[in-house]
């Protein structure tokens, strides 16, 4: 088994305040807050740690709240491996009503990385990649990153012979995917803009896949939410099937299926059988409450009720 690498370009502190009832023009007092430590390869992690697989977390962080999450991930047992910038990381705010129905969110856009910052971080995963590793780049780009940042990231990848898996979106993943990783994971979303064809149905994803091909990307996992995930294997296009939850909160749940596809990739399952696990990882964390992600045990309970299903064209 190989080591496996998150990257989360453009993390930030999760900062959630809940009130009574949300009111404009008016001093709202709290009741009740929560910290978190925001970004999709963060979640990875996470959901890596939790498999019992050691990861190690990168990213781009400054200031005391960029040391609030180096102290967070290290409290819950992932690594850390952080390029240190001269910027604030950033702080997203939330406000959400007690009974949930309303919510504000605000997002900052996060510190400016500057050039010689980023040539850091490529001369870092330069140096800690070895041949058969597993890297997860994941998320947004923080302002001054060029848009072809993941592609230089991938390049750098593929030449130490490891395995490079894009989770992004926009231009991010338009000029990532140029670069060719092992593995992409849009959404149905992602897909249409990414393709250029309308994903309407499971026979119109399947097409607008097809039409990936272009990329010379070698697998395509586009994750359809409630539904479950699709993906090519041996030629054919297969359905992957989420198993009935009661749903709690589905944000993150995707970052938890990449979290158990790579996991499962590593443990030398095939890419079938690796997205069937994903899954149900994906599942696990849409039925429990915050941030939290399933267990081993939960996450194998939910396995055994996935289902995969032939799409014919």
């Known amino acids: 088994m190989s080591n496996i690498f998150t990257v989360t370009l453009n993390p930030a502190v999760d900062r959630e305040l809940f009130v009574p009832t949300i009111q404009y023009d008016h001093v709202l ?43 967070g991930l290290v409290s819950l047992g992932i690594n850390a491996d952080f390029v240190w910038v001269s910027g604030e990381t950033r702080t997203n705010v939330s406000i959400r009503s007690q009974d949930d ?76 995917a140029q670069a060719r990783p092992e593995i992409i994971k849009p959404n149905e979303y992602e897909l249409e803009k990414l393709s250029g064809l309308p994903v309407t149905n499971l026979q119109e994803i399947a097409s607008a896949v097809r039409a990936l091909s272009r990329f010379g990307i070698e697998h395509v996992v586009v994750s359809l939410g409630k539904r479950g995930a699709l993906v090519v294997f041996q030629n054919e296009f297969w359905l992957v099937k989420s198993p009935i939850i009661e749903e709690q909160n589905p944000i993150g749940a995707g970052d938890s299926t990449v979290g158990g596809l790579v996991w499962a990739l590593d443990q030398n ?7 069937r696990w994903g899954v149900a990882c994906g599942a696990a964390a849409a039925s429990l409450s915050g941030t939290a992600v399933g267990n081993y045990g939960l996450v194998e309970k939910l396995h055994s009720k996935v289902k995969s299903e032939r799409i014919t064209q």
């Not at 399952?269 to 997205?275: I, K, Q, R, S, W």
């Open 269 to 275: 399952h095939d890419l079938l059988e690796a997205v």
């Open 29 to 71: 007092r709290a009741i009740d807050h929560c910290i978190d430590f925001g970004g999709k390869g963060f979640n990875v992690s996470r959901m890596l740690k939790s498999l019992g697989k050691e990861n190690t977390a990168l990213g781009f962080v400054g200031g005391k709240s960029g040391e609030l999450l180096q102290e």
């Open 101 to 176: 129905a309303h919510y504000i969110k605000v997002n900052e856009a996060g510190p400016f990385i500057t050039g010689s910052e980023q040539q850091a971080f490529l001369d870092k995963v330069h140096d800690l990649c070895r041949p058969g590793d597993w890297w997860i780049l994941a998320g947004s780009l923080p302002p001054g990153v060029a848009l072809n940042f993941y592609a230089d990231l991938i390049s750098v990848i593929q030449r130490k012979e490891a395995h490079a898996v894009l989770d992004t979106s926009g231009e991010a993943l338009l000029f990532g």
